[in-house]
């Protein structure tokens, strides 16, 4: 079963920026199609970003064009996500996501089977 493994998270003034990265094993991500998601404490999970497999197009949310890359590395077997101008409304548990399924990425994270653990992201000063 693939797993994946985030890490890249941590405590940020508003205006910095992280990197997440998003790690998987033991399969090649080149076919599956992979999201960030977030969720806050006492919201819903929600997605922010997604890549796809078959041709590399992305989608983002309004809340974060502008300011969030994904991007990824077929070599390492590894998608990031570049985050500047964080917000402390950015402040959340951060997941990435795989989907073999379609043809495209979602941003729904009903589209998605299989999940990591999560990093933490706090904005605050």
């Known amino acids: 079963q693939l797993q994946l493994v985030e890490s890249g998270g941590g405590l940020v003034q508003p205006g910095g920026s992280l990197r997440l990265s998003c790690a998987a094993s033991?399969?090649?991500?080149?076919?599956?199609?992979i999201g960030w998601f977030r969720q806050a404490p006492g919201k819903e999970r929600e997605g922010i970003s997604c890549i796809s497999s078959n041709d590399g197009s992305t989608y983002y949310a309004d809340f974060v064009k502008g300011r969030f890359t994904i991007s990824r590395d077929f070599a390492k077997n590894t998608v990031y996500l570049q985050m500047n101008s964080l917000k402390p409304e950015d402040t959340a548990d951060y997941y990435c996501?795989?989907?073999?399924?379609?043809?495209?990425?979602?941003?729904?994270?009903?589209?998605?089977?299989?999940w990591g653990q999560g990093t933490q992201v706090t904005v605050s000063s």
């Open positions: 996501a795989a989907d073999n399924t379609n043809l495209y990425c979602s941003g729904s994270p009903n589209e998605y089977a299989y």
């Open positions: 033991p399969f090649t991500l080149d076919y599956y199609n």
